[in-house]
Each structure stands twice: as structure tokens, then as C-alpha cells.
């Protein structure tokens, strides 16, 4: 019976893991299709109707899913009030780029030699801010962490350490995660896809289940990940900037640092702005 079980919750999760594969990337192919009768581009608001909808379709397919398995939003770590302490983690770790990189590369190379720039507010960023923030970011985080990382931990051996189940299971999800990238940017051929694109991407996903399973709350990947999609504000080259020397490095790494420091005493400062008991995750 248990085994028969086990096979029955892994068959879910293969399940799941086919339709995230299979109907957002037909969704993708059935908008070019379409557009391919026109030989106009679409505007802003199709632009951003276009990027959403396989997103949309991912949130769709994790909540039947998260239904399925009887799991409600507490028991993932996505209540609302947790909203407001998952942005205020991100604009924490904005606040670090836009301030540690900058000051860290003027140390090593001249001044201004990287300088934070503002984008221009039109109605195109608008609508690119609130489509990645509001929806994309949260969809892909209910997808990848909320139910994804979750049922990969739930599904691994029982007998296996919890450390070593966590570290398969953020591994495992972030190849699938970085497949689901490279198949999205191949069928919208809109991002060239070399070795340092599918690298960061996989990486991204490492450090974002990291940031997820230690503050328990879904929005902080939610929200990181929209970072990385829509940064609100841009990074410029003035000067003389090596990216693979000791100057930029040595700034890189006191971010990340900045980073997981915030993620590491969340419970301290984060916890009181949910303005509830803490709660569980899954996976923890």
C-alpha cells in the first residue's frame, strides 16, 4: 500500500511537471502561429497580454494542482500578509545592488565606473512593471517553489536525511526550471540561450529556493525573480569595468553576502511584518 502510494504521488508530480512543459509552450506557439498571418509587431498592452498568458497558464495548472494535493496557501507560505515583507526583502536586496556595486567596482577602477541609471517611466514600463511584479513574478513562484519544490521534497525518500532532501530538491526543480527557461526563450526567440545564460538561470533558481526555504515566505522568490525579469532601474558601464577581475568580483560577492544576511535573520525582522505566528512550509 505504501509503495503504491509513493508511486501514486510521483506520478502527480510527473504529471504536473509535463503540463507546466506542454501547455504554456502551446500557448507561446499558438500566439506566434497567429501573429505569423501579420506583418506588424503587437503593441505594449499585447506585448505584455503575450509575456502573461503562459505565465497565467503556469499559476492555473500549480493551484489544481496545490487542490489536488489539498494544500492551502498557509501550508506554502503564501499567505497575503506576507506580501509586504516578501517586497520589502526584495527592495532591501535592490537597495544592495544599486549601492554596493556601484561603491564597491569606484573602489577597484575610477569613479562612475558603474552608476545606476533611472528608465524611462512611460506607459510601456508601467505595463512591463506591473505585468512582471503583480502577475509573472508570482505565477512562476506558486509554479517553481510553491508546489514544484514542495512535492519534489515530499516524494523523496523518507529515510534520506531532511538536508539531503531539501538539496535534491532545489537541484532537481532547477534544472526543470532552467528547461522550462531555454524552451520558453527558444519557442519566443527573444533571448539568446548560450552556456552563461543556462547557467545564471540554474543558479538563480539554486539561490532563490534558498531565499524561499529559509524565510518560509513564497513572495520573496516571487518577487526576486521579478527583480531579475524587470529591474526598476538600470546598472550603466561609465568606465573601465572587468567583470571577471578581482575589483568586481570582490563587490559581487559582499551583495550576495547583503543577500543571504537579509534571508538569515528574516525571522528577526521579517516575521513581525507578517503580523501573524509563524507559520510552516511544506518543505521546512
Known amino acids: 500500500m505504501k509503495n503504491t502510494l509513493i508511486h501514486r504521488e510521483v506520478l502527480i ?29 503587437p503593441g505594449p498592452i499585447m506585448s505584455n497580454v503575450i509575456y502573461l498568458l503562459p505565465n497565467v497558464a503556469m499559476l492555473g495548472i500549480a493551484l489544481w494542482f496545490l487542490h489536488l494535493d489539498q494544500w492551502d496557501f498557509a501550508s506554502i507560505g503564501a499567505k497575503a500578509r506576507k506580501i509586504f515583507p516578501g517586497l520589502v526583502f526584495t527592495i532591501l536586496a535592490l537597495v544592495g545592488l544599486y549601492v554596493i556595486l556601484p561603491i564597491g567596482t569606484a573602489l577597484f577602477f575610477e569613479p562612475k565606473s558603474l552608476y545606476v541609471t533611472a528608465q524611462t517611466i512611460d506607459m510601456d514600463y508601467a505595463l512591463s512593471f506591473l505585468s512582471t511584479w503583480v502577475v509573472a513574478g508570482v505565477c512562476i513562484a506558486f509554479m517553481a517553489w510553491g508546489y514544484l519544490l514542495n512535492k519534489t521534497y515530499s516524494v523523496l525518500d523518507q529515510k534520506m536525511a531532511d538536508h539531503w532532501k531539501k538539496i535534491l530538491s532545489v537541484v532537481l526543480i532547477s534544472v526543470f526550471f532552467t528547461l522550462l527557461h531555454v524552451l520558453r526563450f527558444q519557442i519566443a526567440k527573444s533571448t539568446s540561450i548560450g552556456f552563461g545564460t543556462v547557467l545564471f538561470v540554474f543558479l538563480y533558481c539554486v539561490f532563490c ?52 544576511l537579509l534571508a538569515e535573520t528574516y525571522g528577526i525582522w521579517g516575521k513581525p511584518l507578517e503580523f501573524e505566528k509563524e507559520e510552516s512550509v511544506a518543505s521546512s
Open 13 to 41: 508530480l510527473l504529471a504536473f511537471m509535463g503540463a507546466i512543459l506542454l501547455f504554456p509552450a502551446l500557448i507561446q506557439l499558438i500566439i506566434a502561429f497567429i501573429y505569423s498571418f501579420w506583418n506588424v509587431q
Open 209 to 260: 529556493s534558498y531565499l524561499y526555504l529559509r524565510t518560509q515566505n513564497l513572495f520573496v522568490p516571487a518577487f526576486m525573480q521579478a527583480a531579475y525579469a524587470f529591474p526598476p532601474l538600470g546598472l550603466t558601464v561609465g568606465g573601465k569595468l572587468v567583470l571577471k577581475s578581482f575589483g568586481f568580483i570582490v563587490p559581487m560577492v559582499l551583495l550576495f553576502a547583503f543577500i543571504v
